[in-house]
């Protein structure tokens, strides 16, 4: 059996707060990072913004100066000293950091090209380094000061969650002795509108599994936790992953990709269906994704398992989504507790099985929970976190 692999500490940032912050506002159904903007598209538009104050980029090279990065800052801060005790234990080239990201710099990118358009050259404060989409990992390289391996995970939605996977094999690898990973996406008018475009966004808060659901409500966040084989609270007990390719943007009716990732998340995880306490589902309120996701828990778990999906209320946080709900595990592990209710309007689909979505007096049964993410494309990402 292989050494374990831990979770030994989180940063993270969302249109709730930090990781504590964020938990507790899921369990008041709280509606307060949501808000209504209209310059994210051509008509207003709701999604999850960060409304905190982030750490200032001004005194870094223009090329990491963006939103994006600002978020991967606030949730690095977090963590910041558990990863310098991993630096004087191990070195810092023995430190790697690996970060799931769809948007990168793309915010200023599009800002630069407006100007272009209307003045007829890039402004001053613009690199094209900025919107690389290996510019976030460059910059929490930097800002912790190591030199393992750095690189960029961008699978849409399941980024995040691919990049503690990505972490993990390091580590198994002895390539790395620990890992900075996560996610971190920003809002932007280019994935606003884009998305708007290839999948139905909520006219209100997203609704999921509701008979009445009608899309995605988007947002933006960052998670960064430091892995290694250091012992603490929290276990990567396993992941799973897979790619159907069924379709651009819609998932495999049947699932059996996402199916796949699950099994191979609980098989590396030593455990089974009965074993498992609590899943975060991956939940957009689209009509096609509730649909394969319900059938999917249905055929793996039956209907007793708690789920619910977080979404309606942090937003669909994109790139960062994967490591931004296994975050939530994370802390629902450490802190103990009633299961995040799924929020929605009550009214189930009568199409669909009728899962055991949390109404927020449950509390998990197992020290084991699930986050699932799925992806445009047909990539899927499951992450089993454990407490012993």
């Excluded at 990049?163 to 920003?186: F, T």
């Excluded at 495999?252 to 009965?274: F, L, Y």
């Excluded at 989504?321 to 009633?338: M, N, S, Y």
């Amino acid at each position: 059996m292989k050494p374990a692999i831990y979770l030994n500490a989180l940063g993270m940032v969302t249109a709730l707060g930090d990781a504590r912050a964020t938990l507790r506002a899921l369990r008041e159904r709280s509606t307060t990072g949501l808000c209504w903007r209209d310059d994210l598209r051509a008509d207003p538009v709701l999604v999850a913004a960060v409304s905190t104050e982030l750490p200032a980029t001004t005194q870094w090279p223009v090329r990491f100066r963006s939103r994006n990065n600002q978020l991967a800052a606030a949730a690095y801060a977090q963590i910041q000293s558990e990863v310098h005790a991993c630096v004087e234990r191990y070195g810092a080239h023995r430190i790697g950091v690996i970060i799931g990201s769809s948007t990168s710099g793309i915010l200023e990118g599009g800002a630069a090209v407006a100007a272009k358009r209307n003045t007829g050259r890039f402004p001053d404060d613009y690199d094209y380094g900025q919107q690389e989409i290996g510019a976030v990992s460059e910059f929490v390289r930097e800002l912790a000061a190591v030199r393992g391996p750095a690189f960029t995970i961008s699978t849409a939605c399941t980024s995040g969650a691919k990049a503690l996977a990505a972490a993990a094999r390091l580590i198994e690898l002895g390539v790395c002795d620990a890992v900075v990973a996560g996610g971190a996406d920003s809002l932007c008018p280019l994935t606003v509108s884009g998305i708007s475009s290839l999948a139905p966004v909520a006219r209100e808060r997203s609704n999921p599994f509701s008979r009445n659901r009608d899309g995605i409500t988007i947002g933006e966040a960052a998670a960064l936790f430091l892995v290694s084989r250091s012992p603490a609270e929290v276990r990567l007990a396993g992941w799973g992953e897979s790619s159907d390719a069924h379709h651009m943007s819609a998932p495999d009716p049947q699932g059996m990709g996402p199916e796949i990732a699950i099994r191979e998340a609980m098989q590396r995880a030593g455990i089974h269906p009965q074993d498992v306490g609590y899943i975060n589902l991956h939940g957009t309120g689209t009509p096609k994704n509730d649909e394969m996701e319900s059938y999917v828990v249905e055929r793996i778990f039956g209907l007793a398992t708690p789920a619910s999906s977080t979404k309606p209320l942090i937003g669909h946080t994109l790139g960062a989504a994967g490591a931004v709900e296994a975050g939530i595990c994370w802390q629902l592990l450490v802190d103990g507790g009633r299961l995040p209710p799924h929020c929605w309007d009550g009214e189930a689909d009568p199409a669909l099985p009728p899962i055991l979505l949390c109404t927020g007096a449950e509390t998990p049964c197992s020290p084991y929970l699930l986050s699932s993410s799925f992806a445009f494309g047909g990539s899927n990402a499951v992450i089993a976190l454990g407490k012993d």
